[in-house]
């Protein structure tokens, strides 16, 4: 019972950090490229994905096919915050850091899970 609450505080010390993270195939190389205000919640993906209730049908399908160890998690980068501006708004900066990963990695159709935008 130590031993849960110990890593349960030890989980809980770790920062909050918002950024760009990549979930890649190791089998096929295909990417998703994908945004959080909260890294720690790439571990709520993995279960999500594990359950089978992942809304990107294609990820879905292939961490089904391929099973969770033929994945990667990888952060791409970190959102920096801004201390002291007033005017800084994380969900645009995420939106735009997304944008540039997207734009770079052009994770669509045969190259990844991503959708393009309309």
Request: hydrophobic share 30%; glycine share 6%.
């Amino acid at each position: 019972m130590d031993r849960k609450k110990d890593l349960r505080q030890q989980f809980e010390k770790i920062p909050v950090e918002a950024g760009i993270y990549q979930v890649k195939n190791l089998q096929n190389q295909k990417i998703f490229i994908g945004k959080t205000p909260n890294l720690k919640t790439l571990n709520g993906m993995k279960h999500i994905l594990n359950l089978g209730a992942n809304n990107n049908k294609a990820l879905q399908s292939e961490w089904k096919q391929f099973g969770p160890d033929a994945f990667s998690f990888t952060v791409l980068e970190l959102s920096e915050k801004k201390q002291g501006d007033a005017s800084f708004n994380e969900k645009k900066e995420l939106e735009r850091l997304e944008e540039k990963w997207l734009t770079a990695l052009q994770p669509y159709g045969e190259r990844g899970y991503n959708r393009p935008k309309a």
